[in-house]
Each structure stands twice: as structure tokens, then as C-alpha cells.
């Protein structure tokens, strides 16, 4: 799933001290997902949650991809509703490490 697509490319002793959650919406599929970050881990869940969310995001299916990328603008353009603490989005995308392309999966 693209949460955990996400929650591998957080760097963990950078992101260690951030403490944030986002609420994600998904209108056409009557779903809801909490994501926090906490620990230098992200860890998501489907379960209802107490409390609010620093931010939530209210989307569809077809426009989650643009998450892959947490800027507002990207959002902005794939039609998702940002509600809540804005810079939680610019916090996350600052602990976001996106690896090696080149990395050998492979080596002979």
C-alpha cells in the first residue's frame, strides 16, 4: 500500500523527535486511515481513533498517489482537501529520505 511506500522512506534518526498524525479520507471507498509519525517510525491504521488528527486529508482513491509527494501544491493539484495544521505536510516530507535509485537489488 502507498502508506507503507511512505513510511519506508522515513529517516529514522532525522525524524526521531517529530510527533505528528494525519487523518486521510477516502470518500468513494467509506474509508479512514490515521497515520502517525512518532519514534522515527510512520505507522498507519484503519481502526477508529480518539482525538484529532493534526491534519486530514479528504480524497479519493484516484488522487491518493499525489500523497507519495506531501507538498501542498501537489495535493492542491490532484484535488485532495487539506484541513488542519498545513505544516505537518512540510514536516513529514523534511524526514523523507527517497534512497538509492542505484541501488543493486542484485549483485553478480
Do not use: C, H
Request: aromatic content about 4%; charged content about 20%.
Amino acid at each position: 500500500m502507498l502508506f507503507d511506500a511512505i513510511a519506508i522512506q522515513i529517516n529514522g534518526p532525522k525524524a526521531w523527535d517529530e510527533k505528528l498524525s494525519i487523518d486521510v479520507v477516502l470518500t468513494d471507498a467509506d474509508e479512514r486511515f490515521r497515520l502517525r509519525l512518532s519514534n522515527g517510525a510512520l505507522t498507519y491504521s484503519s481502526a477508529a481513533q480518539s482525538g484529532d488528527a493534526d491534519l486530514t486529508l479528504t480524497t479519493t482513491k484516484a488522487a491518493l498517489p499525489a500523497l507519495a509527494q506531501p507538498t501542498a501544491e501537489s495535493l492542491a493539484q490532484a484535488g485532495v482537501e487539506v484541513s488542519g495544521d498545513a505544516d505537518v505536510l512540510a514536516r513529514l516530507a523534511a524526514v523523507l529520505d527517497p534512497g538509492d535509485p542505484d541501488f543493486a537489488i542484485v549483485t553478480p
